[in-house]
């Protein structure tokens, strides 16, 4: 049965016009097999969630937090269209296309986490800055395929893109450039994605702006926080970063901001932690909120061209509190701990020194003395300018997995580590 909520609109590519079913696949399937067995995809294995990639082999990295938000994407699309009284089997929210935006949601997040995204933008900062979110699209739209050293974009259906725009303001137009907008050079993209109304002229603030998603953006973005603000929590309580005497001092030093649910939710974790259920006590959390979600109508100017922006998705006051509450703790007991932030820092010096030789090679000399990159991209960086190349050399950096990085630096500075057989 021919699903009518979406229409040949929400299913053209970018760059090759109408896509069409091959050999059985829809267009959305065809977006998620090709993310899945892409490169980029394959080296979130190796990338840092929490803990820096390789640390433990248990924890969670980019790629398993991925699959993590592509299961609740799914789960989140077949909750509401069993319970919408507007959904039915010939129009409904499609889950192979919600599961490849889940999917491609991370690939283009650089080594180190925010840690490394952070400082690729103050390195870009004078050359249109690094943004993780702008950087999945310019995987997507131009850097998917390589023929020796030329790269193509895998020419993704207009769903798809539009559910990876979280953010729609240009980086020229952003107040503090230090996150939430795209390169300049993507307006392309959004000339496809709305091609009829311009999505900067809607708005008069850059926040109202970059919340103006499509529904399945929504429920990508409501899956990522359920994802991480559990699965942070699982992670630092098994590794030992949080325990029931630190919950309970966090606990004591919030005061009164804390509401009756709230406090209910941190006993009844602390209980779970001291009687080793955590797991299943976090595993709960992630089906009730799920359930927290409803399908809403709304209407704007994009309404009457596709449904993905007739509706969106309400979540439960109850819920998002108590996510946020996850969030907060996580952040508290976690992230900002010397532990965690002596880790970013290394990785992020690492990251710039790495980037530093590049750009002095590449860059500054013009004509490099000496081949520092990989054949492909030493010639293809040699085709442009001196903005090109620094975002050529960005582009390399960003893709390169933890360890890769590590052992690039070390290769670099290192007199004792590398062989003239290392795979570079």
Not at 212 to 226: P, Q, T
Not at 247 to 258: E, F, H, S, V, Y
Not at 260 to 274: T, Y
Not at 382 to 395: A, N
Request: with cysteine; glycine share 8%.
């Amino acid at each position: 049965m021919k699903n009518t909520f979406y229409n040949d609109f929400d299913i053209e590519s970018i760059g090759r016009g109408q896509s069409r079913h091959d050999k059985g696949r829809t267009p959305f399937e065809q977006d998620r097999d090709r993310i899945i067995y892409s490169p980029a995809f394959r080296r979130l294995q190796s990338k840092t969630q929490v803990f820096l990639s390789g640390e433990f082999d248990f924890y969670r990295t980019r790629l398993t937090h991925s699959i993590e938000v592509s299961q609740i994407g799914r789960s989140i699309v077949n909750h509401l269209n069993r319970s919408s009284g507007e959904l039915h089997d010939g129009f409904h929210i499609d889950q192979d296309l919600v599961e490849s935006i889940c999917l491609a949601h991370d690939i283009g997040h650089p080594s180190f986490g925010h840690a490394g995204e952070q400082v690729l933008n103050e390195l870009m900062r004078d050359w249109g800055g690094f943004e993780g979110n702008a950087q999945n699209l310019r995987i997507l739209a131009d850097l998917f395929y390589r023929d020796k050293a030329t790269w193509t974009g895998m020419k993704p259906t207009r769903a798809f893109l539009d559910g990876l725009l979280k953010y729609k303001t240009l980086f020229r137009d952003s107040a503090q450039k230090r996150h939430h907008f795209l390169y300049d050079f993507q307006k392309d993209i959004l000339d496809f994605v709305s091609p009829d109304v311009s999505f900067a002229s809607l708005f008069d603030s850059e926040d109202a702006l970059n919340g103006f998603k499509s529904l399945e953006c929504r429920i990508m973005d409501w899956a990522d926080d359920i994802a991480y603000s559990v699965h942070d929590l699982d992670d630092a309580i098994r590794a030992g970063f949080i325990s029931v005497k630190k919950i309970r001092n966090w606990t004591d030093g919030q005061g009164d901001a804390l509401d009756a649910e709230e406090m209910r939710f941190l006993d009844d974790l602390c209980g779970a932690v001291m009687d080793d259920s955590f797991g299943a006590f976090l595993a709960r959390r992630i089906g009730g909120f799920i359930h927290a979600t409803t399908l809403v109508r709304r209407d704007n100017v994009l309404a009457g061209q596709t449904n993905r922006y007739c509706y969106d998705i309400e979540v439960n006051p109850v819920a998002r509190r108590l996510c946020d509450l996850m969030q907060r703790l996580a952040v508290a007991l976690v992230f900002r701990t010397p532990q965690v932030h002596q880790l970013e820092y290394k990785g992020g010096m690492i990251l710039r020194k790495v980037f530093t030789v590049f750009e002095d090679e590449y860059v500054t000399k013009g004509e490099p003395s000496f081949r520092l990159l990989p054949e492909h991209y030493h010639l293809a960086i040699l085709k442009h300018d001196g903005q090109g190349r620094r975002r050529m050399l960005c582009d390399y950096l960003s893709g390169m997995t933890d360890g890769f990085v590590i052992r690039t630096y070390k290769r670099l500075f290192d007199p004792g580590f590398g062989s003239i057989i290392d795979l570079i």
